[in-house]
């Protein structure tokens, strides 16, 4: 059986679940109707499916076949706060203030959802023996659902797990990502009126600005490659009303879990001498985390094959225009495109809004680290990983945005869904086929972690939400 055909023949079931849940647009851990309408097709696909994963109401787990090797693939259909977005080329919300799918994961999840199911079809013909798993991994935005996941021993017996990501470009994902851990410092203080009687009050606020100080010149004595943002949460009140409460919001990222790990800790001892400084009280609510992605470029090789034996996609005339209307509510957004493509791979796209080539795998691109933070690192640690990117949008996009809100509701963002599915599909019918590609990938692995146990991000007793 050809993976093209099985996907083409559904193709207008998958563009419709893919619909459906960017219509749903739900934010993180509350994806109940994305989840569901993932599920009743896996179930109506003949898959086993447990969706009573306990404390994460929106994951699930389904499953074709018997035996090994048992390779996956993961969904997300988390949405973003405020990023409602109608199917156009201007900005213009479906509803004022809602949430949207502003990063492409109705496409995401369905794509890994056609996979699934095509390679469900080459089990059931004989043609392939083994498992196939579907994992439907709730809230990736917040960064931890695979995490809790990977903690409960979800995917302890997996062989190998294939993904992607909607993007601007057609190629192996072959760049580590950075790790991450969240917290927010909650600062109490004591309200006072700020001109009659300051002495009697303790500025929650001034502690917060203490803690944003001591991050700030904490910064020069990190490893290269780690980075802290904030943001800062207080009381709407008035100058001269000495605040109560106020919280300070950080993230630690490094291209390392362990790294991370100790520079969060740093940051918390800084929390807690703010505090002490102000003579206020800090709460530490830990927020999160997740580990670095390792790829496995064992896989990543055989992905590449994969994707290189497909059709690129052809766009229409009317396709082509969206993608000239959309690529104009991005000034500058194209040239930095094209420009970056030159630099990494000496491919010249002047002439082009959209990737139209797939993109060689590149030695100098797998060794820099991605200084965002993806779910997946933690998976990556336990069983052999691999992505891909299919372009979703023309070169001229910004992530996070409106922009890939609209794409993701098109058709452009739905024939990169499709060809998606396609390179997963034959990616892992590659590994099915050769089961030694995945001992290959475990050594791999092993070597990478260096005798190292895995170790979770996460406290025990963790609760995501
Ligand atoms: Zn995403």
Not at 188 to 202: E, I, Q, Y
Not at 243 to 250: G, I, K, S, V
Request: glycine share 8%; charged share 25%; aromatic share 10%.
């Amino acid at each position: 059986m050809n993976i093209k055909d099985i996907i083409k023949d559904k193709e207008k079931e998958f563009i419709d679940v893919a619909f459906d849940i960017w219509t749903y647009a739900e934010v993180g851990y509350k994806e109940f109707k994305s989840s569901k309408r993932l599920c009743d097709c896996l179930r109506e696909e003949g898959f086993k499916v447990n969706s009573d994963i306990p404390g994460l109401p929106t994951a699930f787990v389904a499953e074709y076949g018997s035996g090994r090797p048992i390779v996956a693939f993961w969904s997300e259909y988390d949405a973003l706060p405020g990023l409602s977005q109608k199917v156009k080329a201007s900005k213009e919300p479906s509803v004022e203030g809602a949430p949207g799918h502003g990063c492409g994961h109705n496409l995401l999840g369905t794509a890994s959802l056609a996979a699934a199911v095509a390679i469900k079809e080459l089990i059931k013909s004989g043609e392939i023996k083994g498992t196939v798993r579907l994992y439907g991994t709730p809230a990736e935005e917040l960064l931890t659902g695979k995490v809790v996941m990977v903690k409960m021993g979800l995917f302890d017996d997996v062989d190998a797990v294939i993904g992607w990501h909607p993007e601007r470009l057609n190629m192996v994902m072959e760049t580590p990502t950075s790790a991450v851990y969240q917290a927010k410092f909650h600062y109490k203080g004591k309200t006072a009126h700020a001109a009659v009687d300051p002495w009697n009050g303790r500025s929650a606020l001034d502690a917060v600005e203490l803690l944003n100080i001591s991050a700030n010149y904490l910064r020069e004595h990190v490893p290269p490659g780690t980075t802290l943002h904030y943001s800062t949460i207080t009381d709407p009140l008035a100058p001269n009303i000495v605040p109560e409460n106020a919280t300070a919001w950080y993230f630690v990222r490094a291209q390392k879990r362990d790294v991370a790990k100790s520079v969060y800790e740093r940051l918390v001892r800084c929390a807690k001498a703010a505090a002490e400084m102000t003579d206020t009280n800090v709460t530490v609510e830990f927020c999160g985390g997740c580990s670095d992605y390792l790829p496995n470029r064992t896989i990543e090789k055989y992905l590449h094959k994969a994707m290189e034996s497909c059709d690129p996609i052809s766009y229409t005339e009317e396709e082509m225009d969206f993608i000239s209307e959309m690529t104009k509510t991005l000034p500058g957004a194209l040239e930095a495109s094209q420009n970056q493509v030159r630099s990494d791979y000496g491919i010249n796209v002047n002439d082009k809004l959209i990737c139209d080539f797939f993109a060689p795998l590149s030695e100098t691109k797998r060794k820099t680290c991605i200084t965002g933070s993806m779910d997946i690192g933690d998976v990556s640690y336990i069983v052999p990983t691999a992505q891909i990117n299919i372009a979703c949008y023309g070169y001229a996009i910004a992530g996070h945005s409106w922009q890939v809100a609209a794409y993701a509701g098109h058709s452009v963002g739905m024939k990169g869904m499709l060809k998606a599915g396609e390179v997963m599909a034959k990616g892992a019918k590659l590994l099915f086929e050769d089961p030694e590609i995945i001992d290959r990938a475990k050594e791999e692995l092993k070597e990478s972690l260096g005798g190292k146990p895995y170790e979770s991000p996460l406290p025990e007793g963790y609760k995501p939400f």
